[in-house]
């Protein structure tokens, strides 16, 4: 797009045919609009240079890919004359300077699943050292980092990764942020924990391991709500010519707000009273309000419970899981 608008012709080229680019569909059609000619399926094989060794050509050839493995297709050879080739087919790490060690030898950076350097205990890493790849996978790379970096520093010993790998919500946490913690176990001989100030009710978290598919939600409680979509900047011919507004619109605040209340909180209590209300043995109930918290809202009488599985089947997010009866 730069070259274009600087007035210099701009080729494009793809190992991948054009539909299989490792490119958004908006991209494509945003360079081709600005008048990029895409040439997809192709392959280079040599850099043309003129006496004074300076390249004025491209020879490629069409291509079939095998796996990610280009093969040259013959009798398909030709030239791309240019004034400028810009190969993007890939970049490393320069580790010069006091990080050789760290080199695998290919220009990276080996990494455990909690992304400690491998053979490295003090060192940790993330991004495209690792593998070339989103920002949004660097920042993932980071935060799971800093994590595996608190467990180091608190006791040395690094925790695996839950398989449902993504920040989790903690209720003993924020238990203790609103100066409710859990009493001690007493360590001695009970009938129950009905009534015990050592036990959190109604809650086992599961995040880790397990998501609640679609199938769990009991759909019924929700009204359809369409989706927000954001709107595009079309642009045409000269238009583009020193336009570098964003052509993917964002949300505005109201909108941002509508596309958030959509959110169904699966897994999650939204304090909807559905389970208060169908239970027909009166055994869920609110906890009185000085106790509650965020994940703290019903409890349970369990010697009413009959386990009939009503306060699961009209549970909206699928928070309540029940074991009696599957």
Not at 104 to 125: C, L, M, S, W
Not at 238 to 261: M, Y
Not at 311 to 317: E, F, H, I, L, S
Request: with cysteine.
């Amino acid at each position: 797009g730069l070259l274009t608008r600087a007035g210099v012709k701009a080729t494009l080229t793809s190992l991948f045919p054009v539909e299989q680019m490792t490119a958004a569909e908006h991209e494509r059609e945003d360079a081709k609009r600005e008048g990029i000619d895409i040439q997809g399926g192709v392959m280079p094989l040599e850099v043309i240079k003129n006496d004074k060794g300076v390249a004025v050509g491209l020879k490629m050839c069409k291509c079939e890919m095998k796996g990610n493995v280009p093969e040259p297709i013959e009798g398909t050879e030709y030239t791309l004359e240019a004034d400028i080739i810009i190969a993007a087919i890939g970049q490393m790490g320069d580790l010069t300077g006091g990080l050789e060690d760290l080199d695998n030898g290919r220009g990276f950076i080996d990494a455990t699943p909690t992304y400690q350097v491998k053979g490295q205990e003090k060192h940790f890493v993330g991004g495209d050292i690792i593998r070339p790849h989103l920002l949004t996978t660097a920042i993932g790379h980071g935060r799971i980092a800093a994590e595996t970096i608190t467990d180091f520093l608190d006791d040395g010993d690094i925790h695996k990764r839950p398989k449902v790998d993504v920040h989790h919500w903690n209720l003993m946490e924020e238990l203790h942020q609103r100066g409710k913690d859990v009493a001690e176990y007493p360590h001695e001989q009970v009938a129950g924990t009905s009534s015990a100030k050592w036990a959190v009710h109604n809650f086992e978290d599961r995040s880790a391991s397990q998501i609640i598919p679609h199938d769990e939600l009991f759909k019924g409680h929700f009204n359809y709500v369409p989706r927000e979509e954001r709107s595009y900047l079309d642009l045409q011919g000269d238009a583009v010519l020193g336009n570098f507004e964003e052509r993917i619109i964002g949300f505005s605040e109201e909108q941002a707000q509508k596309e958030g209340e959509r959110c169904m909180s699966c897994g999650l209590c939204f304090e909807c009273d559905n389970c208060v209300i169908f239970c027909p043995q009166d055994a869920v109930f609110r906890v009185p309000k000085g106790d509650r918290t965020v994940g703290r809202y019903v409890d349970t009488d369990y010697t009413r419970c009959v386990g009939c599985h009503i306060c699961a089947d009209v549970c909206p997010t699928g928070y309540i899981k029940m074991g009696l009866g599957e």
